[in-house]
């Protein structure tokens, strides 16, 4: 973290500012913990090695994560729109990555109701129970 922030790094930021990127058609390739937890226990069991892609595998869209990591917020935000600075250094640069060959291997399919889920327990966490 002390050289690279994280999406989350820069989302809890700005909130404590007061504002929100307006990330426009932005996406990432999010997956959350649990997912991450379980694709390395099976890939353990499986004993893989090599390089696999472990990911969403699909456009996760910033506007959607943003909303649901704020469904517990009561305070008015300021929604900015991203600057030349912070496109410039790619913070907020789109991809997301190709992980069929992890998924035919270990037998794994992420659901995006699962990160959406987890973004809901996070913003109770933070604007709840803070």
Known sequence: ??????FIDIF????????????ENNFKDFITINQFSEAIK???KQNLYGTY????????YLKDIISWL??????????????????????Y????????????KININ??????????FKISKKMFIYK
């Open 93 to 104: 640069k789109s991809f997301y990555l190709n992980n069929n060959k992890l998924k035919k």
């Open 1 to 6: 973290r002390k050289v690279h922030h994280t």
């Open 110 to 119: 992420f659901k995006i109701n699962d990160l959406k889920k987890e973004c």
């Open 42 to 44: 099976r890939s353990i």
């Open 12 to 23: 809890i930021e700005n909130i404590k500012n007061g504002f929100v990127y307006d990330n």
């Open 70 to 91: 704020l469904v517990y917020n009561k305070k008015k935000l300021i929604y900015k729109k991203i600057d030349k600075f912070t496109k410039r250094n790619n913070v």
């Open 53 to 60: 892609n472990l990911s969403m595998g699909r456009k996760i």
